[in-house]
């Protein structure tokens, strides 16, 4: 019997990973300290997940104003740089691979998480949803529209984190850039109504994300640079696509070409959408042809839809998300082809092991 195409070794310029199979980023909320520091019961979580081609964290902090969710941990501080070491030595200790997600989520948060001030992001549009608090769910307020000295300044907490990722041992880090958070909000115009630099022509609503990948390509290699755009991100968080989207999007990637990243991660998240599975399909075929790097795609694939997608070249990897919470051996069993483990809802997001570090492995 032919081995799958996800369980293949992939070898590329800048990686080397035992297969095809990436553990997506998931905020878990499991960072309930003070300091928001990665402890104990994260390093195992990750580490049980080791055998992943590919481990990508939760999407981490890059500095206090870009919080938006509890309990999620951060890489700005120097202890929360120390913190992180148990983990990436616990994965590399069981032979993975780990990139961390650094993250900035703009206006999709809440006075209560910054003093009472309101959020920052590229334009004053209430995103009109709501943020998880430490005392339950809140609507979103109208954000402060960020002045060329707060953008300077995230600019500097990107490549700051991206620094303190290397010194506590990660193989590279993931910019997130997709799923209505920061730089989406700069690449949309339903969000971005600035009128300067950083706003207006397709070049201008870009130029935050290139000006964040310059600056962490000064501080760190830019083979350990990888990062996460949503093309398809419809009808959430405030997000509308619009007729400049594809647009858009096409020049980012056709720009991207021009930077040796790590790889380039396409994330499927469509609020709207009945097929979600195709249209990411089609996307990645769309985008394929443009980008001529490492490219990953993510949205709900299941082993025999993901071998597929591999098989027909629209990408080298795929990253899931659910089924990994669920099952830490999601290699081991799409190997074998045993069944899954049901993931918990309920406990995605509360505090303890439940739901994060006692799902059953294979025997």
Do not use: C
Request: zero cysteines; a negative charge.
């Amino acid at each position: 019997m032919e081995q799958m195409k996800l369980l293949e070794k992939y070898t590329s310029k800048h990686l080397k990973l035992e297969n095809r199979i990436v553990m997506a980023p998931m905020t878990r909320s499991r960072a309930d300290n003070e300091e928001h520091l990665a402890n104990d019961l994260m390093q195992n979580y990750y580490s049980q997940r080791a055998t992943a081609g590919l481990i990508i964290t939760e999407g981490i902090n890059v500095s206090k104003d870009s919080v938006g969710y509890i309990n999620v941990p951060g890489l700005y501080s120097e202890k929360q740089t120390e913190s992180w070491k148990n983990v990436t030595s616990a994965v590399h200790a069981s032979g993975g691979k780990i990139f961390a997600q650094l993250w900035h989520v703009g206006r999709v948060s809440h006075p209560d998480f910054h003093k009472g001030k309101v959020p920052l992001a590229p334009s004053a549009v209430n995103p009109e949803t709501q943020s998880y608090t430490y005392e339950g769910f809140k609507d979103t307020v109208t954000p402060q529209e960020m002045t060329l000295e707060d953008i300077k300044q995230t600019v500097k907490d990107f490549a700051n984190a991206a620094e303190n990722a290397m010194k506590a041992g990660f193989d590279g880090v993931e910019i997130h850039g997709a799923n209505g958070y920061l730089f989406h909000q700069f690449f949309a115009l339903t969000s971005n109504k600035r009128e300067d630099n950083y706003g207006g022509s397709i070049e201008n609503r870009g130029r935050f994300l290139f000006e964040v990948l310059d600056a962490v390509i000064e501080k760190i290699p830019v083979e350990k640079v990888g990062l996460r755009l949503s093309p398809d991100f419809d009808g959430v968080f405030g997000m509308t696509k619009d007729d400049e989207t594809t647009e858009m999007f096409e020049y980012l990637v056709n720009k991207l070409n021009n930077y040796d990243l790590a790889y380039l991660h396409f994330s499927g998240f469509a609020g709207q959408d009945d097929d979600p599975l195709k249209s990411i399909l089609e996307t990645a075929d769309h985008y394929r042809k443009i980008y001529k790097g490492t490219f990953m795609i993510n949205g709900g694939f299941k082993k025999d839809t993901a071998d597929k997608a591999i098989e027909d070249g629209l990408a080298d990897l795929v990253s899931f998300g659910v089924p990994f919470i669920s099952n830490p051996d999601l290699v081991q069993r799409f190997a074998v082809d045993a069944p899954l483990n049901e993931a918990d809802q309920n406990t995605f997001y509360t505090p303890g092991a439940k739901g994060y570090t006692d799902y059953h492995f294979l025997k």
